[in-house]
């Protein structure tokens, strides 16, 4: 991955951002591409965002990296922090399959549209695929939006609370408890 050519987002990239957390973790998050400062430091979710993320972790109990594994669609930067185009996530997806294949989560969590159509390979609209249990090859799979959209959204974050209690939910019954 680090050394990848497959799209042109190679081309502008500090470095490729791989995934960060428990490579056993129950719980994989997938978000949608790194930002300048995950391009910078190599981690995922450490600007703004990934500070509502943690808090979010927090509310269910999660701490990342443990049970945790924290991931993006693409794992390079996108100029400008715009969403990734088409064919950048088809040429990212492999690696997304390939670490899902390792991880062996018993939960995908997708934060935001564009991680929620290279994982189900459809069109999604959040506000109607939230609250439901999809499935990506056999494992459960809850989407929900995106942290960087609630921090502009105060109004949904009502929602987001309630599609983590649903998360939690899920991985409950799941775990058989
Ligand atoms: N937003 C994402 O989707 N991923 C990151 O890694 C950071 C911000």
Do not use: S
Not at 58 to 80: M, T
């Amino acid at each position: 991955m680090a050394a990848c050519r497959q799209c042109r987002l190679c081309e502008a990239r500090k470095q490729a951002v791989l995934g960060v957390g428990d490579r056993a973790g129950d719980w994989l998050f997938v978000g949608e591409g790194p930002g300048a400062e995950e391009d910078q430091c190599g981690e995922p979710f450490v600007g703004q965002a990934g500070k509502l993320l943690d808090n979010m972790l927090a509310a269910i109990g999660l701490k990342r990296g443990q049970d945790v594994y924290i991931a993006n669609a693409v794992k390079c930067r996108p100029p400008e922090n715009r969403t990734p185009a088409p064919e950048e996530m088809v040429a990212c997806r492999p690696y997304l399959q390939r670490q899902i294949e390792l991880i062996q989560p018993k939960l995908i969590v997708a934060l935001g549209r564009p991680a929620a159509q290279t994982l189900l390979q459809a069109e999604v609209k959040i506000a109607a695929a939230r609250g439901k249990l999809h499935d990506y090859h056999g494992i459960p799979l809850i989407i929900t939006y995106h942290p960087a959209y609630l921090l502009r959204t105060l109004l949904d974050k009502a929602k987001a609370w309630e599609d983590l209690c649903f998360m939690r939910r899920t991985m409950a019954a799941r775990k058989g408890g």
